[in-house]
């Protein structure tokens, strides 16, 4: 039996991962004020980080100019993003 080659492009799969994105958010929506566990701890620095990610930048930090503003919002993005905002703009 013969097998296929394998593709040496491996396909994104962004769609899954934004799935797990999605899953610790509803976990942490329905986790309870009170629990102190390692889980609810590490879930909770795992929401405050992406809110401070996806939050405004602190005013030191903000672009003037944009040339500046570019560089921060590449930055944010990060490489697939940015790839696909540029070719969704043209």
Known sequence: ???RPRSPHTPIRW???????MAQV?????LPSRDDS?????????MALAQ???DP???PLRATGPLERGVWQALRWG???LL???WLRR
């Open 1 to 3: 039996m013969q097998q």
């Open 15 to 21: 769609l899954h991962q934004l799935g797990g994105v």
């Open 26 to 30: 509803a976990r942490a929506e329905r």
């Open 38 to 46: 390692l889980q609810a701890r590490r879930l909770r620095q795992r």
């Open 52 to 54: 401070r990610l996806l």
């Open 57 to 59: 930048l602190p005013s």
């Open 79 to 81: 490489g697939l993003g």
């Open 84 to 86: 696909l905002s540029l």
